[in-house]
């Protein structure tokens, strides 16, 4: 931390980098980072590897994000003219795509904040909490250790929460002391915890609310002797129902509100691959099976993953591995 500080004194060219697909907490943690550093008269930039789901058009700064598959050069010059380099809620550089080896060249001083498990040694400074929450909560310590929580105002205070409040889906899981500390600390700052419930949980469009009847009623299989649901979409769902970033956030967890399941998977075949995510309750480890299967990794509860098949092909992996993998538990009933 003492050298962190001293890396921040003077006012330095910052990139801010998070991970490909970027959720709430990507977001929130990198923009409130970023609005801190700004005040401190830091030149700060945000690379996002893709573009955000429109749902956090609101968090302060994000218009001036650069999207690295639409600006190529631009976020290939922030990198290259970094001082400093944030990397946030990701753990291996192949998390950012092709800006991965913009960080590994740049000779800037790399700093990773991040919760994931199994954090790659690439960074100067390596800030990892496998425990917490968010990369929100790990944000909000950080600035309290670099005593820079002075800064945050209330738009600052709103990215962090969204972080965390998408991190834990509104606190239902992934939850610790210390995260409910942070959320007293930001709504002692003025956060209005109400208003972001409705802009991120209550604003869903129409067609997002059809196209999760759609998965529910049409594309969903649960296979009860493992207490496993899958949820699959193929390129012509994709084409069908105009699917686009943030359409299917989110729908991997209604299986798991199915009594007694235990393990979730939603399959989704995009343009050159077929991206995995699984959600599970309790022991059961998704980690573990998306780094061994499906070149990913994440948390226990929350991973994901991605194949070079197509949505078929896919489908009869993950049918394959999950009797081997669910046959190494002891399953219960849920009590
Ligand atoms: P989601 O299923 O929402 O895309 O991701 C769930 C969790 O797994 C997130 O924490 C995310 O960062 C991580 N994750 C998702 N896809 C991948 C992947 O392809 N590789 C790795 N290492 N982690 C992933
Ligand atoms: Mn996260």
Redesign the pocket.
């Known amino acids: 931390m003492d050298s962190l500080h001293q890396l921040l004194r003077q006012p330095a060219n910052v990139v801010i980098v998070t991970?490909k697909?970027p959720?709430g907490d990507a977001l929130g943690s990198s923009l409130a980072l970023a609005a801190v550093l700004t005040k401190l008269r830091h030149t700060v930039k945000v690379v996002l590897p893709n573009d955000f789901p429109p749902l956090f058009n609101f968090l302060p700064g994000i218009d001036n994000a650069i999207i690295g598959e639409m600006n190529p050069t631009e976020a290939v010059e922030a990198f290259e003219n970094a001082e400093i380099i944030f990397c946030l809620?990701?753990?291996?550089l192949d998390?950012i795509d092709r800006f991965g080896l913009d960080v590994m060249a740049s000779k800037a001083t790399k700093v990773l904040i991040d919760h994931?498990l199994d954090p790659e040694p690439f960074a100067d400074h390596i800030i990892s909490k496998t425990t917490a929450s968010s990369t929100a909560e790990l944000i909000y310590d950080f600035l309290v250790d670099m005593k820079l929580d002075t800064y945050i105002d209330v738009q600052i205070a709103e990215a962090i929460y969204t972080g965390i409040l998408m991190d834990t889906g509104s606190f239902r899981y992934g939850t610790n002391e210390r995260v409910f500390e942070v959320a007293a600390a930001l709504k002692r700052l003025g956060m209005d915890d109400y208003l972001l419930q409705i802009r991120l949980f209550n604003s869903m469009t129409e067609k997002q609310l059809k196209l999760l009847g759609h998965c529910l009623a049409n594309r969903m299989d649960l296979i009860s002797e493992y207490q496993t649901g899958i949820i699959w979409l193929d390129r012509n769902d994709y084409k069908e129902w105009a699917i686009g970033r943030g359409d299917t956030e989110g729908i991997?967890n209604y299986i798991l509100m199915v009594r007694n399941m235990k393990m979730a998977v939603f399959i989704s075949e995009q343009q050159n691959v077929t991206k995995l995510?699984?959600r599970s309750k309790g022991n059961i480890n998704v980690q573990e099976i998306?780094s061994k299967y499906f070149?990913?990794?994440?948390?226990r509860n929350?991973?994901?993953?991605?194949m070079k098949a197509s949505v078929q092909d896919t489908l009869a992996k993950v049918r394959e591995i999950i009797p081997l993998t669910m046959n190494s538990y002891q399953l219960q009933h849920d009590q």
Do not use: L, P, T
């Open positions: 991970h697909n959720d809620d990701f753990n291996s998390r994931h991997v995510s699984f998306c070149n990913g990794g994440g948390h929350a991973s994901g993953g991605q």
